[in-house]
């Protein structure tokens, strides 16, 4: 019996480690097919997270001076920019803080413009030729590395990577016993440390507790990267349903001449700006032809843009129309499944928990774009090591 016991305890042990050396090798070569992208990732991720801060700092134009009045309506604003824009007609408006410039937005097949503009006065203050943005560019590298959608499938399996690495990684460097967990969990700051302990524990410990910030990072990700992953984390987490498609909906163009267009638009809005606080964005999305409806939001923070409320209206009655889909409705009123998607992106960048988020959200790119520079060192470094040394021979001299 004891032998017996003994022998299942030798398999079973071996067993583990064959499963751990397997998980090993997985961990170093996916490591290092996919170092390179997560680094970018990392990198520009930290850039990122910011970005409405530094915005802010560096870019004048974004504020006005609060002369005590009225905001001018979105007509008055949409006229005005569209003579800016030489005939260009506005797409939408958002009206930001008492002491924010406007947003207005241009895009078409070729141009995308951010237009700042003054919601007291009306005057245009600076049109952004986005495809020139700094911030934009970064985003769109991050995303798709400028490659369109084969670039986007590449960051999407680079993530998906990382993911699997994050776990298996977690597996690896999980202590057997409290004695392991006493050196693992700490980094060893001693000056008399030698430099590859620091890196090893830079490479583990930092990558341990950065670990469980950046699984966020990357389910987000892949949530953005790949439809069929946002689908199933939809399935999972409503119960089982399909995640539905954005159903918009259409006013009654036979009523097309009937009513003041303008005057309806502004009503809408006066509507939703009585529900406008000081740290809220109000938004309209004008309609763009005789059937399409009138688009409002009211975003309840500056700061993000999940927790918001939409709506759509008739553009000649003013009446609520019906919708269906994620982004329908009010935040408060969806259910869990539709609240997570809404959240992805400002899981994704930190700014669901405010500045607490973002500085997590940067350190955790930062040492995930650490992470393939200090696992390099520790495999080349083994691998110098366990290289055969080579005796001082006659023939070895002969053939230096």
Not at 20 to 43: D, N, P, Q
Not at 281 to 286: D, L
Not at 349 to 361: F, T
């Amino acid at each position: 019996m004891n032998i017996s016991f003994k022998l299942k305890r030798y398999s079973l042990l071996e067993n583990y480690r064959m499963l751990k050396k397997f998980i090993g090798k997985l961990h170093l070569w996916l490591g290092l097919a996919s170092g390179l992208i997560v680094f970018w990732l990392g990198i520009t991720g930290c850039i990122l997270a910011f970005e409405r801060e530094i915005s802010g700092a560096v870019e004048s134009y974004r504020f006005v001076e609060n002369p005590g009045t009225k905001y001018l309506p979105p007509t008055v604003l949409k006229d005005s920019v569209d003579e800016y824009l030489n005939g260009k007609e506005m797409v939408s408006v958002e009206y930001l803080g008492t002491k924010d410039a406007a947003l207005a937005y241009y895009y078409d097949d070729s141009v995308y413009y951010q237009i700042f503009v003054n919601p007291y006065t009306g005057n245009v203050q600076k049109v952004k030729d986005m495809s020139k943005d700094f911030f934009r560019i970064i985003t769109m590298g991050h995303y798709e590395l400028w490659l369109g959608e084969t670039g986007r499938i590449i960051i999407s399996i680079a993530t998906l990577i990382f993911l699997v690495m994050l776990i298996s990684g977690i597996i690896l460097w999980w202590p057997k016993n409290k004695a392991a967990a006493k050196q693992r969990f700490r980094f060893k700051w001693k000056p008399t440390t030698k430099w590859k302990r620091k890196n090893y524990d830079l490479h583990n410990v930092f990558g341990f507790y950065m670990t469980w910030v950046a699984i966020f990072l990357a389910l987000t990700g892949l949530i953005m990267g790949f439809q069929w992953f946002a689908n199933a984390v939809y399935f999972a987490t409503s119960g089982g349903k399909t995640m539905p498609d954005h159903v918009h909906p259409l006013s009654d163009s036979t009523l097309a001449g009937t009513t003041d267009r303008q005057k309806m638009v502004n009503t809408v809005w006066l509507d939703l700006m009585r529900q406008k606080k000081s740290d809220n964005k109000v938004g309209i999305v004008f309609p763009h032809d005789d059937a399409d409806a009138l688009e409002g939001y009211v975003n309840h923070n500056l700061d993000s843009y999940f927790n918001a409320d939409f709506y759509h209206f008739d553009q000649y009655t003013g009446k609520e129309l019906p919708t269906d889909g994620v982004w329908a409705g009010k935040f408060m009123d969806v259910p869990l499944s539709d609240k997570i998607q809404r959240m992805n992106y400002d899981i994704h960048v930190g700014a669901v928990l405010g500045l607490p988020g973002k500085l997590l959200a940067f350190f955790a790119s930062l040492i995930a774009a650490s992470l393939p520079v200090t696992g390099f060192l520790i495999w080349y470094g083994r691998r110098k090591k366990n290289q055969p040394k080579t005796t001082n021979t006659p023939l070895n001299r002969a053939l230096k």
